[in-house]
């Protein structure tokens, strides 16, 4: 990969996927590796050099590790790789989130992380009933979320992000406003709650392809949705999107930029770059990917040449998403090849239905309209 183009006026974003999970969830779809400890060995010596190849040349404004387990290294490693980090971004970025679970987050861990600048820790809570938990595969507890919150507070971190699921097998509406509650009370500055999806091919889609578990109606799951918003808001933490809460000042940066359609530049198997004009993603095997980054030649899939209209289309769908939603004359202004008039249209009729408003030339989506965010996006997707 060349290096980092130097005068690009686009943020910069660079994510780092780490592949290693001591158990896979039953939700989850993502590319994942058991930790054994020569394959996390040859995972380092393969991430570093593909971060030396990136740079630097530019600056990097955020950086993501992901996963996978980024806490599943040790704290040596954790180290090594922040190190690599460092030399790309020259020094230590704005904001540098790591994910962890509540299992991996010890003090030592923490006190190397905070040492190196990384300033915001995302923790995989998803919820705080056992029962739940055991369900979803999920190899915390309850006591663990509380002592890894004690341990990042303990090292300095004062910007923490609690990811949570609702419509999970066995939850009832009683139940996850329950975790909405310890959750805000725990003290997060961020939380970020996802609706349970059924990915094919996981554990809980053969569960439910067998019958032994069910998914959520669409009503149902807009109750969901609904509580959540409102319980959230009410404790002082802030719906920026459709999925994502903060307390003021504490957004999650790095996503906003990837919202907004900034580049990023993922390393290691599976990651997703958007640099230079295309978009493409690392293949999703540690072995393909160490023979790409050896060889000098990244073995890429999913490749795509961006164009305006594909950059402005996907500018809608995850702008729109946000509840600032999107300004048309600076989205016009920076892909002005796109049928602009066509989505002023489109925003009139969605206007006129109670899904959008307009604010100027800002186009955002009401409280009905967000519950409808997909299928919003598509119909801008599939007419303009």
Not at 43 to 70: C, H, K, N, Q
Not at 71 to 98: F, K, N, Y
Not at 306 to 311: P, Q, S, V
Request: net charge negative; charged share 25%.
């Amino acid at each position: 990969m060349s290096n980092i183009a130097p005068n690009s006026p686009l943020a910069l974003g660079l994510y780092v996927h780490v592949p290693f999970c001591a158990r896979r969830c039953d939700f989850c779809a993502f590319y994942e590796r058991e930790p054994r400890r020569a394959d996390i060995a040859r995972y380092m010596d393969g991430v570093i050099a593909e971060l030396a190849s990136l740079g630097p040349g530019r600056r990097v404004d955020t950086v993501f590790w992901g996963g996978g387990t980024p806490g599943i290294l040790t704290p040596s490693d954790m180290e090594r790789l922040g190190r690599a980090v460092l030399e790309v971004c020259g020094g230590a970025p704005a904001e540098w989130t790591v994910e962890m679970t509540p299992g991996t987050m010890r003090r030592d861990r923490m006190e190397v992380l905070r040492n190196m600048g990384v300033n915001r820790i995302s923790m995989g809570v998803q919820s705080f009933d056992g029962r739940i938990l055991e369900a979803l595969g999920r190899m915390h507890t309850r006591a663990q979320v509380y002592g890894a919150i004690e341990a990042a507070r303990a090292a300095g971190f004062d910007n923490l992000n609690l990811d949570m699921m609702f419509a999970l097998p066995g939850q009832e509406f009683a139940h996850w406003e329950a975790d909405l509650r310890e959750a805000i009370a725990a003290g997060p500055e961020h939380i970020s709650t996802y609706c349970l999806t059924f990915e094919e091919d996981t554990p809980l889609w053969l569960r439910l392809n067998r019958g032994q578990t069910r998914k959520r109606g669409e009503a149902e799951e807009a109750e969901y949705y609904e509580r959540t918003w409102d319980i959230l808001g009410t404790a002082g933490l802030a719906q920026y999107e459709v999925s994502n809460f903060a307390r003021a000042g504490r957004e999650c940066v790095h996503n906003l930029n990837t919202w907004r359609m900034q580049e990023w530049l993922g390393a290691g198997p599976s990651a997703s770059s958007q640099y230079a004009g295309r978009r493409f993603t690392n293949v999703p095997s540690l072995d393909g990917w160490l023979g790409g980054v050896k060889g000098g030649n990244p073995e890429l899939v999913d490749i795509v040449e961006l164009d305006g209209t594909i950059l402005a289309c996907d500018s809608l769908l995850f702008g729109l998403r946000m509840v600032r939603g999107v300004d048309l004359d600076i989205l016009e202004a920076r892909f002005p090849t796109h049928d602009w008039a066509g989505v002023r249209s489109l925003a009139g009729r969605l206007c006129a239905e109670g899904l959008a408003a307009m604010d100027g030339e800002r186009l955002y989506l009401t409280r009905q309209g967000r519950l409808l965010a997909d299928s919003v996006g598509a119909e801008f997707l599939e007419n303009v």
